[in-house]
């Protein structure tokens, strides 16, 4: 079985400091990792993958992930929050569905992001 | 291109009616899935097609959920009889396949069911 721990449903920052979300997993097999982010109403937009390539995953907005397989963690960093980065971000591992090619995401619980100006 | 669309984008509907919930995917996607988003469950898997077919329904909720897709397109959500816990955000996503492990979501629809 899989499963993802974000740690933290609330984290707040000020404009401009660092943002680390973080995220633990468990997975039987070596995973495919993701972060997504939800604006308000809206649906989710990926914002990077990690797919036993390079551990370090660059993605949109200034976004990047480490996959750190000794601590099975995959924490998401932002070096300068801005205002817009004010969202929801959820964390999730993908396995392999029966039916070739196919993929169920289990998603963590989450983490809102606020940035105080 | 098109993203994926769902319609409706809002519901409202009284407990015990039926509702149904389309997804368009992407163009060119062979693979389509369902999660459910509320407050106490966070995001749940339900249900997934690759083409037309669902090989496994063992994520529905309950027997009053139903799903299809036709011409390895358009997908419906069917609840049937629907209750209050039913009320949720269903998001719609999409992946080429194959290897193809991205999924790309919808905007939802949320559900209220009074």
């Known amino acids: 079985a899989q499963s993802v721990t974000q740690l933290g449903s609330h984290v707040s920052v000020s404009e401009g400091a660092l943002v680390l979300l973080r995220c633990n997993y468990s997975s039987s097999v070596p995973p495919y990792l993701f972060w997504y982010v939800q604006y308000p109403n809206q649906g989710l937009q990926l914002l990077l993958k990690?797919?036993?390539?390079?551990?370090l995953v660059k993605g949109i907005n200034g976004f990047e992930a480490e996959f750190k397989k000794s601590e099975t963690s995959f924490h998401l960093t932002k070096p300068s929050a801005h205002m817009s980065d004010a969202a929801e971000y959820f964390c999730a591992v993908s396995l392999l569905l029966s039916g070739a090619g196919s993929y169920q995401l289990t998603f963590g619980k989450g983490t809102k992001l606020s940035v105080i100006p | 291109g098109a993203g994926v669309s769902q319609s409706p984008s809002n519901k409202v509907t009284e407990k015990g009616k039926d509702v149904e919930l389309r997804c368009d995917p992407i163009s060119g996607h062979t693979a389509l899935y369902w999660y459910r988003q509320s407050l106490g469950q966070g995001l749940e898997f339900l249900i997934y097609f690759q083409g037309n077919s669902a090989p496994d329904k063992s994520g529905l909720p309950s027997d009053r959920f139903s799903a299809e897709r036709t011409g390895g397109s358009v997908s419906t959500l069917t609840i049937q009889r629907t209750q209050q816990e039913d009320s949720a955000v269903y998001l719609c996503?999409?992946?080429?396949?194959?290897?193809?492990?991205?999924?790309?979501f919808g905007p939802g629809t949320r559900l209220l069911v009074l």
């Open positions: 990690y797919t036993s390539a390079a551990t």
């Open positions: 996503a999409s992946s080429l396949g194959t290897d193809q492990e991205t999924q790309y």
